[in-house]
């Protein structure tokens, strides 16, 4: 790729590097399974697995939104099994969101899909003088 002033992309570089990522992210997002849940409900999966269990509002603060919103965004991950509530062992009014089995598979199939798809779309790569 050129270079533009001070070391960086040439600015139409930069344009279609943003396109192929936007395509690319989106190329992702339709291989993921159970694609009803959306990407704060994913991201909030994910985010359970690497802290649970966890309470709500310490959930909510990693993911930088309010805690009625992440109720909110939690509900339908606890409706469809995918996560669970579970008691606070540390403060008996409260609760704790954790990852149920189906949760954990869930989360391991879409990165194998996405990893499958980014797998295909790596190996199309040019160096840019048309050959491999």
């Known amino acids: 790729m050129g270079q533009g002033g001070e070391g960086g992309l040439d600015p ?3 344009v279609r590097l943003r396109l ?3 395509r690319l992210h989106r190329q992702l ?3 993921s399974d159970r694609q009803e849940f959306t990407f704060a409900q994913q ?3 994910a985010r359970i697995e690497q802290h649970g269990p966890i309470r709500l509002g ?5 993911e930088r939104v309010a805690a009625p919103s992440m109720t909110r965004t939690v509900a339908p991950l606890v409706e469809s099994r995918l996560v669970s509530r579970v008691p606070d062992p540390n403060d008996g009014r409260s609760v704790l969101v954790e990852l149920s089995p189906e949760g954990t598979e869930l989360l391991a199939r879409i990165r194998r899909q996405r990893s499958e798809v980014l797998a295909r779309r ?3 790569l040019t160096d840019g003088s048309g050959g491999r």
């Open 43 to 45: 991201s909030a999966l």
């Open 12 to 14: 139409a570089e930069v």
């Open 58 to 62: 310490e959930l909510a603060a990693l």
């Open 29 to 31: 997002v339709q291989a």
């Open 20 to 22: 192929v990522i936007s």
């Open 122 to 124: 790596t190996a199309e």
